[in-house]
């Protein structure tokens, strides 16, 4: 069973950077999609970020240039981060990421990822 462990987040002034880990374990053939996620109070769940196998990369236009998704693979685990760097209050939300497996592709749709971590806050303040 494929295991996502969120940490990092936390409390920062506006301006601030923040670097988001996620550990993903579990598997015996490696998620080949990778993204980051985030959903504020009485908001929908929006894609920020998302990485495929090939290290190709897409972001929300609200993030572009300021985050920045990577990760990590080795075989039997692998990391994903997200580095987050100007932060401004509207970044505040909870973050999750998410990961699957071939059959679509490279995308930031909540849908198209069927395995989730349980979040972590971020939290931006001016």
């Known amino acids: 069973q494929l295991q996502l462990v969120e940490a990092g987040g936390g409390p920062v ?8 880990s996620c550990a993903v374990s579990g598997y015996t053939v490696r998620p080949y999609y990778m993204a980051w996620f985030r959903q504020a109070p009485g908001k929908e769940r929006e894609g920020v ?10 972001y929300a236009d609200s993030v572009e240039g300021r985050f920045v998704i990577s990760r990590e693979n080795d075989k039997n ?17 909870m973050y999750y990421c998410a990961a699957d497996f071939l059959g679509h592709e490279l995308t930031r749709v909540a849908k198209n990822f069927k395995y989730w971590g349980q979040g972590t806050q971020v939290t931006v303040s001016s």
């Open 49 to 58: 970020a998302a990485i495929d196998g090939r290290g190709n990369t897409i």
């Open 13 to 20: 002034k506006s301006g601030g950077s923040l670097s988001l």
């Open 77 to 93: 685990n692998a990391t994903l981060y997200l580095q987050m760097n100007s932060l401004e209050p509207e970044d505040t939300a």
